[in-house]
């Protein structure tokens, strides 16, 4: 069970984004704003700072990456 201290639950850097936006293989913002239903304005301004990706994108985010290293 996550906990307040899980790091799973923080928020998102935009260099952490950028990271998971190319593990996932989202190569543009609007590739990644069609996948979570977002605009790619919104994206943009999470990449750029200026807003701070919510948390349960960022938790999302990190579970697919987690989910696509998992070996079946």
Known sequence: MA???DPRLA???PD???TAMRT???RTQGDLAGAIGVSRSTVSLWLEG???VPRPV???LRMLIAAQRRQY
Request: aromatic share 6%; net charge positive.
């Open 3 to 5: 906990t307040a201290t």
């Open 11 to 13: 928020s998102m850097s």
């Open 16 to 18: 952490e984004l950028k």
């Open 24 to 26: 996932l293989g989202y």
């Open 50 to 52: 200026k807003v701070g």
């Open 58 to 60: 960022a938790m999302l």
